[in-house]
């Protein structure tokens, strides 16, 4: 399994960014694709995941203005980024969760640089 995102880039304060990142492999129909992000000096954190039967959860820190969508067909989850803030400024990384819950293994995209600067 492969996990290749795009879509980072450097934005101003309130600006939009979209992030792809499209699955190949051996993908299970049962599985949860997510975006997470790492600043520096900080921990990686969930902003966002959407589970194969579209269910949703978001950060507390983007909910309102970050939305997360999926295209099953073609294993691609997307990360929608308005209203940004430099506190949104970090490496955000793509995950599947590949598998039903009780026998999941986890895959992690390369890291995409978003910087929210003026």
């Known amino acids: 399994v492969q996990l290749q995102a795009s879509g980072g880039g450097l934005v101003q304060p309130g600006g939009s960014l979209r992030l792809s990142c499209a699955a190949s492999g051996s993908i299970v129909s049962i599985n949860v694709m997510g975006w997470y992000r790492q600043a520096p000096g900080k921990q990686r954190e969930l902003v966002a995941g959407?589970?194969?039967?579209?269910?949703?959860n978001y950060a507390e820190s983007v909910k309102g203005r970050f939305t997360i969508s999926r295209d099953n067909a073609k294993n691609t989850v997307y990360l929608q980024m308005s209203s940004l803030k430099p506190e949104d400024t970090a490496v955000y990384y793509c995950?599947?969760?590949?598998?039903?819950?009780?026998?999941?293994?986890?895959?992690w995209g390369q890291g995409t640089q978003v910087t929210v600067s003026s």
């Open positions: 995950n599947l969760g590949n598998g039903p819950t009780y026998n999941r293994r986890a895959y």
């Open positions: 959407i589970t194969s039967g579209g269910t949703t």
